[in-house]
């Protein structure tokens, strides 16, 4: 665990990479930041998705993406006006379920990725903006995790996401391949976390 030292030099950190983005971000959380009228606060933005059968380049999230407890907190392939995220760690899990449908009731956090998973490469994009590309052989661990923070494999830099602007979160699978079910026909499932920072405005 992170001592709160440690906790209030990342927080200035990432509030000093908060301003040098400023110019990405819309023109009302400028103004609010240029005002020290925002905060940053612990945040991880996820996305838990059936693959069955998919291949080449997938989305994880699309338009008919909806903010939903347990499976995904992002709606539409945006975050909302004035929250913008800034990011240091990432995480892809896998689980497999029996039906379709169970993405809130999985663990993503003990099964080992099979190889057309950890093959692939998450790639992650705003506006033509690359923000991540990296291959999920380096964000999946081959055994359960000790803690939380474990699980999470670190970027060791600050990347984000604008608000109010969309974003495109990819699987790009091996040529030729896809994600078949299991030989025992179960579904398979994908999460993808991020942890980091929001932006929020402050309560006066």
Do not use: C
């Amino acid at each position: 665990m992170e001592s709160p030292m440690n906790n209030r030099t990342k927080i200035l950190a990432a509030l000093e990479f908060l301003i040098l983005i400023a110019v990405a971000l819309s023109s009302e959380l400028k103004a609010l930041i240029s005002g020290n009228e925002i905060r940053l606060s612990r945040h991880t933005s996820f996305v838990r998705k059936d693959a069955t059968g998919a291949a080449s380049t997938w989305n994880l999230i699309d338009e008919n993406t909806k903010s939903i407890a347990g499976v995904s907190s992002v709606s539409e392939r945006r975050f909302p006006k004035n929250q913008a995220l800034i990011f240091d760690k990432v995480a892809v899990g896998f689980a497999e379920g029996d039906a379709d449908g169970k993405e809130g009731a999985l663990d993503y956090t003990s099964a080992k990725a099979p190889a057309i998973l950890r093959n692939a490469s998450l790639v992650l994009t705003q506006n033509g903006r690359e923000v991540l590309d990296i291959p999920i052989a380096d964000l999946t661990k081959t055994i359960s995790p000790g803690s939380p923070e474990d699980y999470y494999h670190d970027l060791e830099s600050f990347s984000y996401f604008a608000d109010d602007q969309a974003m495109e979160w990819q699987i790009k699978f091996p040529n030729g391949e896809s994600f078949a079910p299991s030989a025992a026909g179960k579904f398979n499932y994908v999460e993808v976390r991020l942890q980091g920072y929001k932006t929020s405005r402050k309560v006066a």
